[in-house]
């Protein structure tokens, strides 16, 4: 006699969707929090080598920084070619890149990272008081162009111990400081920076701002300023 196959029943199939559903609702989220360590550190990766480059081109040209030239079209990250091992550690697996506004043009800016404007006046490396706390370099807005900041007070009448006074009133009263830098891409906590002494490092962003030093804390240990040269 021939015995008949039995198939699943309505309430076992659903019963095993149930269970996928829940496997899944677990193991997502720790996929996408791995992916996002994994992109963390090769951001930090990233900062590293150009830390690294910015102190290889200081020990090739008398211990000064790069300069950068906007006017010729001479950008800061370019000095810095020679000394990395690939230009995509200019990019950033932070964000999703794009288009932003630049001096009423759309463009896609050449790097994701942004220098402090401390480094790009040929500034001698050896004048920082404690390069192991001199932050070079941030993220850049993903949402902004421009791919430096100014961490001093950039008006007339401007005072160090007051943030708001960061910005230039020749410009449009722009912020040169804080909106120019993704402070919290990493699950809105922190960020990766380069420091002056070749280390990179995570670190909350009102930290670097509020630490032992006066403000602007790590992102101008020294207080240089530049605003003479600009006006």
Partial sequence: MTQMKRGFTLIELLVVIAIIAILAAILFPVFAQAKAAANKTQDLSNFKQIATA???YANDNDDVSLTSNHDAGVEWFESLYP??????????????RTAVDHEGESEMPETDYSINGIWTHATPLTNSSAPAEQITVGLR???NGEIDYHPWPTHEGGVWDDLATYYDEHHENEDWFLERLEKTPWNNQGSNF???DGHAKYFNFDRTVRNTFALPGFHNVD???YVEEEE
């Fill in 54 to 56: 910015i102190v290889l």
């Fill in 83 to 96: 000394y990395v091992k690939s230009n995509d550690v200019f990019r950033s697996p932070a964000y999703t």
């Fill in 141 to 143: 807005a993903k949402l």
């Fill in 194 to 196: 380069s420091f002056l």
């Fill in 223 to 225: 207080r240089i300023s």
